[in-house]
Nanobody
Framework: VQLQASGGGLVQAGDSLRLACAAS????????IGWFRQTPGKEREFVAA????????VYADSIKGRFTVSRDNSKNMVSLQMPSLKPEDTAVYYC?????????????????WGQGTLVTVSS
């Protein structure tokens, strides 16, 4: 599965961004899609995930209630809506496919990663 993340950019604190994860040749509806982020010197951090069937979602505690992950099956796309951005949200954001999701818990990422999109939030 070839994934492509897009939508990053340079914004000010309090602004919003909407990231998109798209794939060619594969229907993302069949996959658990996860969003991760990474800053220099730190491990990649789980942000949010959405199931294929049913569309259940799960979020990291650090962004719960602020970010929203959703699907647009007509566009074969998964989005991450990020309102009220903070400087600490600055990172490269990646989407991932085929992760493990069980009983409301995102267990681990799958083998397929997009190339990442940089989000920079200035104070």
């Amino acid at each position: 599965v070839q994934l492509q993340a897009s939508g990053g950019g340079l914004v000010q604190a309090g602004d919003s961004l909407r990231l998109a994860c798209a794939a060619s040749g594969h229907n993302l509806r069949n996959y658990v899609i996860g969003w991760f982020r990474q800053t220099p010197g730190k491990e990649r951090e789980f942000v949010a995930a959405i199931k294929g069937v049913g569309g259940a979602t799960v979020y990291a505690d650090s962004i719960k209630g602020r970010f929203t992950v959703s699907r647009d099956n007509s566009k074969n796309m998964v989005s991450l809506q990020m309102p009220s951005l903070k400087p600490e949200d600055t990172a490269v954001y990646y989407c991932n496919a085929e992760g493990a999701y069980l009983s409301g818990t995102y267990l681990k990422p799958g083998n397929y990663w997009g190339q990442g999109t940089l989000v920079t939030v200035s104070s």
